[in-house]
């Protein structure tokens, strides 16, 4: 039962272009969300994360947006560079009052920005 | 600035054999973290520990276990290796309530 999904494994856009990756889950009592970047060989980075009690959260060329009625958010990428080429992995926490920081991922959409 | 260790960046082991997989943060946080990553799966939580001695199963246990009995390292046993634990495995750290994981570079083990 996969709680948190990208449903697509790929994305390609031209550089400079905005890119646009998208994520829905199921539990309604998640309450935090995160995006990781992850290159080759390296372990994930944090990108940008969100609390359920805010719609969007911008920082430099990332902005994330939750919708939290049809439980769907999103990472927008504006302007796309070459070095954006990654994977990118959005989780979910909902800890409740154990908070213990457990996150649940989604598959992972692979971004290919084109010179 | 959040430094997490892994011993080895990759490693290759037989069937049968039980394999450690070492991980070390260089502060005193509380939360470690094991996953596993699989294409089209994503990452998923094998184990964690909110402290010395304290563990939880994740969603995929089975296979496995792990050992904490000092803050800063946090260890994943696998009993008798199987060839479908060939994986990259991930340990992570949370620095506080609220915050972000943060993860190590990850290991690429292969089981032969």
């Known amino acids: 039962d996969q709680q948190v999904k990208q449903n697509s494994p790929s994305l390609s856009v031209q550089e400079g272009r905005i890119s646009i990756l998208n994520c829905d889950y199921t539990?309604?009592?998640?309450?935090?969300f995160l995006w990781y970047k992850k290159y080759p060989a390296e372990g994930p980075t944090f990108l940008i994360s969100?609390?359920?009690?805010?719609d969007k959260n911008e920082d430099g060329r990332f902005t994330v947006f939750l919708n939290k009625s049809a439980k769907h958010l999103s990472l927008h990428i504006v302007p796309s560079q070459p070095g954006d080429s990654a994977v990118y992995f959005c989780?979910?926490?909902?800890?409740?009052?154990?908070?213990?920081?457990?996150?649940?991922f989604g598959q992972g959409t692979t971004l290919q920005v084109k010179p | 600035d959040v430094k997490v260790t892994q011993s080895s960046r990759y490693l290759v082991k037989r069937t049968g054999e039980k394999v450690f997989l070492e991980c070390v943060q260089d502060?005193?946080?509380?939360?470690m973290f094991w996953y596993r990553q699989d294409p089209g799966l994503g990452l998923r939580l094998i184990y964690f520990?909110?402290?010395?001695?304290?563990?939880e199963k994740g969603d995929i246990p089975e296979g496995y276990s792990v050992s904490r009995e000092k803050k800063e390292r946090f260890s994943l046993i696998l009993e008798s290796a199987s060839t479908n634990q060939t994986s990259m495995y991930l340990c992570?750290?949370?620095?506080?309530?609220?915050?972000?994981?943060?993860f190590g570079d990850g290991t690429r083990l292969s089981i032969l």
């Open positions: 989780a979910a926490s909902g800890d409740g009052s154990s908070n213990t920081g457990k996150l649940i």
């Open positions: 520990s909110y402290d010395v001695k304290m563990k």
């Open positions: 502060m005193d946080h509380e939360n």
């Open positions: 969100i609390s359920s009690i805010k």
């Open positions: 992570a750290l949370r620095r506080g309530p609220g915050g972000p994981q943060h």
């Open positions: 539990n309604s009592m998640f309450d935090y």
